[in-house]
Nanobody, 125 residues
Framework: QVQLVESGGGLVQAGGSLRLSCAAS????????MGWFRQGPGKEREFAAG????????NYADSVKGRFTISRDNAKNTVYLQMNSLKPEDTAVYYC??????????????????WGQGIQVTVSS
């Protein structure tokens, strides 16, 4: 079992930055692809960013490309999401998730095995 806990969310003005962290426990995430998803008010959960188990491959939703950066520190069992140039439409609950590295990377939330509890990010205009 992998337990994931997000931190770093909060309220920020449009154009500002936040850095989310996802700390894992219970098992090393070295063998897991990691993803960040988000769910805005009245919307379905959507993929935002993903990183391979090695950290060598990253991918992003078009809506965040160029503004968000996903990274990982396997020694700390932690994944990060640096969010810059935030927009009001980025307002959502953000979740980190883990998917076994024996499979390929995925954007579908149903492909992920473990989830954090989520953290609120609110961007004011």
């Amino acid at each position: 079992q992998v337990q994931l806990v997000e931190s770093g969310g909060g309220l920020v003005q449009a154009g500002g930055s936040l850095r989310l962290s996802c700390a894992a426990s219970g098992r090393t995430i070295n063998n897991y692809h990691m993803g960040w998803f988000r769910q805005g008010p009245g919307k379905e959960r959507e993929f935002a960013a993903g990183i391979s188990w090695s950290g060598g491959i990253t991918n992003y939703a078009d809506s965040v490309k160029g503004r968000f950066t996903i990274s990982r520190d396997n020694a700390k069992n932690t994944v990060y999401l640096q969010m810059n140039s935030l927009k009001p439409e980025d307002t959502a609950v953000y979740y980190c998730a883990a998917r076994s590295g024996i499979y390929g990377m995925a954007h579908n939330p149903y492909a992920y095995d473990y989830w954090g509890q989520g953290i609120q990010v609110t961007v004011s205009s």
